[in-house]
């Protein structure tokens, strides 16, 4: 599988080791949306293409797969989209025969190359993955070159509800990672882990002693005495 930084340079079927089975004009009548897609902000708003389409044709074909008697798309919507308001009959498609897991996981990845996704769609898209395709960390960091670490907490903000992330977006803010951090915090009292580094201050560590026999408490103590010290601790 390729890393995301050499799927960079490579055409989206190529980085998946996936061969193309045909290229040809396809019917947009014939041709459907994926509909779990892993972008959900901004599908419509396809203006810039529109323009760019009507002036030099569409430069990119979109990729495809047979679902039943029509196509869904794997990659390309937006282009689909603009296709759709230009009124063309047909778009230039390449099919390709992977299966639907592989083809949401060139999806994602074709998405995250281009910037397409703001990241709470990217931990929405991972969470899929992970939860109902069964993909490991490890596994889903190899589709998007990302560290498992950074899998996991990109996950952790997938918790947050559309409704609310698209409120932040109205509000006139970005969807970034550090205002998404926020805004689960402000869910969820502390959002759990974080993925932007935090100062944080001293820790408080309470410990309750009362179950212990008071021969297990002055052992305790005493070691934990001895650990202070070695370690530098103070109360």
């Known amino acids: 599988m ?95 025969s992977a299966s639907e897991e592989k083809c949401f996981e060139m999806a994602l990845a074709e998405n995250e190359k281009r910037k397409s996704l703001n990241p709470w769609e990217v931990g929405r898209a991972i969470q899929y993955l992970r939860k109902e395709k069964r993909k490991t960390a490890e596994e889903v960091s190899k589709v998007l070159g990302f560290s498992e670490r950074y899998i996991k907490q990109l996950s952790s903000i997938a918790r947050l509800d559309q409704k609310s992330v698209a409120d932040l977006i109205k509000s006139g803010k970005d969807a970034s990672i550090k205002n998404l951090e926020d805004l689960l915090k402000q869910k969820e009292g502390r959002g759990g882990e974080m993925i932007s580094p935090r100062k944080s201050g001293p820790i408080k560590v309470v410990l309750q002693l009362g179950k212990l026999t008071l021969p297990q408490r002055e052992k305790f103590l005493k070691e934990l005495s001895t650990l202070k010290k070695k370690y530098g601790l103070k109360d």
Do not use: C, H
Request: charged share 30%.
């Open 2 to 96: 390729a890393k995301r930084s050499e799927f960079a340079g490579m055409d989206l079927l190529t980085a998946f080791g996936e061969k193309e089975s045909s290229r040809s004009e396809i019917q947009l009548s014939d041709i459907v949306p994926n509909p779990i897609q892993p972008r959900v902000f901004g599908k419509e708003e396809v203006d810039d293409l529109v323009q760019s389409m009507k002036r030099l044709g569409l430069i990119e074909p979109i990729v495809i797969r047979r679902s039943g008697k029509k196509y869904q798309i794997v990659a390309g919507e937006r282009r689909y989209q603009a296709a759709k308001i230009l009124k063309w009959n047909t778009i230039p498609s390449i099919e390709t």
